[in-house]
């Protein structure tokens, strides 16, 4: 099965999903917008409407979408619009691109239980949308955090992150 998030940078939110059992794969990307075949710059310039996404591929008998669906809105800010961190712009929105009505009618209730229990103090802006065309990013953004661990924004923002993340799985 597949899932696609766009919670932010997709370096960030990469690596998260590496690191969470039953999911085989995932592919950084882009999603959601209008230009064929767009480059990183094209997308990080916030004029072709494209998201920047991970497009996960995930077993259903080790882990159910809405179990990455936890994990999606554990691991990012879901009350800001346009914007993750210091990342500015309509390619960092929150979304999650559903590919069947399924995980459609599974994220709209996920987010409704979210906001019916006010486990954010600002609303959720999260918005569900049909996956259209996945573009892959290029080659030197997969496994980014892996292969770029001494990068300053590595260490810095998705270093702290992933441990975060990490030590929850463990209690």
Not at 64 to 83: A, I
Not at 141 to 165: E, R
Request: charged content about 20%; overall charge negative; glycine content about 6%.
């Amino acid at each position: 099965m597949k899932a696609t998030f766009g919670g932010g940078c997709f370096w960030c939110t990469e690596v998260i999903f590496q690191n969470t059992a039953g999911v085989n794969s995932v592919r950084p990307g882009y999603m959601g917008g209008e230009r064929e075949n767009p480059t990183y710059e094209q997308v990080c310039s916030g004029a072709t409407g494209h998201v920047e996404v991970i497009e996960i591929d995930f077993d259903e008998t080790q882990i159910s979408f809405q179990k990455l669906l936890e994990v999606f809105f554990k691991t990012h800010d879901p009350t800001t619009l346009n914007r993750q961190g210091a990342d500015v712009g309509t390619q960092y929105r929150s979304v999650v691109f559903y590919h069947d009505e399924a995980q459609k009618q599974a994220a709209m209730d996920f987010i409704q239980a979210l906001e019916s229990e006010k486990v954010f103090d600002s609303p959720i802006v999260t918005a569900v949308e049909p996956a259209s065309r996945f573009w892959e990013a290029e080659a030197y953004h997969h496994d980014y955090f892996n292969q770029n661990p001494q990068n300053q924004f590595c260490q810095v923002v998705i270093a702290p992150k992933l441990s975060k993340y990490l030590k929850t799985l463990n209690h």
